[in-house]
């Protein structure tokens, strides 16, 4: 069964340090978005990409988080610089985005970021 | 940024008892779905409900799509062992602009006691 791959699966940084996450969407899917879920919460988007282009980005804190999709396939997401409030779980989803398709979410494993 | 209206937040119940949770919003969406998540992972997909009304079952699973168009709820029965994790409504706006992210609730803590 195709998955959505993501890595690394835990990450440790310093304060003012910069990390970058990983995501491959299960192939054949256009869309690809990344969540943050803070310990206790439920998920919230932060970008969404159709191909390699941003739909939403509204909710991506932009002085310090960036995002690409350069090839319309994986994604990287980067914080620089990293602070203690971004400790959280950071989740890559992707969809089919057919017209007329009924579009549902898929989720990747997460990676976990603490920040110390 | 918005989170639905979950409840309840936690659930401590027996083995083999049925169990009901409800999600609310101030905002109409076009599609309601339910996801568990377990410690350390992603959250999985349960239901999918895309029609006011509609009344969609996954095995045990029961969710309904609230006729406003701003509720939904999840029905398990006879609850085993492995049910045990966090379930999530979320909600998905129409999309005709294309953006199309989900909302979701803050989740509900299933703990089943043998």
């Known amino acids: 069964e195709a998955e959505v791959a993501q890595s690394p699966r835990y990450k440790i940084t310093e304060k003012s340090q910069a990390v970058a996450f990983w995501c491959d969407p299960i192939s054949g899917h256009a869309t690809l978005y990344w969540y943050r879920q803070i310990l206790g919460q439920g998920p919230e988007l932060l970008v969404q990409?159709?191909?390699?282009?941003?739909?939403?980005d509204s909710q991506l804190p932009k002085d310090r988080f960036s995002a690409e999709r350069l090839k319309g396939v994986d994604s990287t997401l980067k914080i620089q610089p990293a602070e203690l409030g971004d400790s959280a779980m950071y989740l890559c989803?992707?969809?089919?985005?057919?017209?007329?398709?009924?579009?549902?979410?898929?989720f990747g494993p997460g990676t976990r970021l603490t920040v110390l | 940024g918005q989170q639905l209206n979950q409840s309840p937040q936690s659930m401590f119940i027996q083995e083999g008892e049925d169990v009901s949770m409800n999600c609310t919003s101030s905002s109409i969406f076009n599609t309601w779905l339910w996801y568990k998540q377990e410690p350390g992972e992603g959250p999985v997909l349960l239901i999918a409900?895309?029609?006011?009304?509609e009344l969609t079952s996954n095995g045990r699973l029961t969710a309904q799509f609230g006729i406003t168009r701003k509720d939904s709820f999840l029905n398990i029965s006879a609850s085993i062992p492995s049910d045990v994790g966090i379930y999530f409504c979320?909600?998905?706006?129409?999309?005709?602009?294309?953006?199309?992210?989900?909302?979701f609730g803050k989740g509900t803590h299933l703990i089943i006691q043998p």
């Open positions: 989803a992707s969809s089919r985005r057919d017209r007329g398709r009924r579009n549902e979410q898929f």
């Open positions: 409900l895309y029609k006011a009304g």
């Open positions: 990409f159709q191909d390699e282009s941003v739909v939403d």
């Open positions: 979320a909600g998905r706006p129409y999309s005709g602009g294309g953006a199309d992210g989900l909302t």
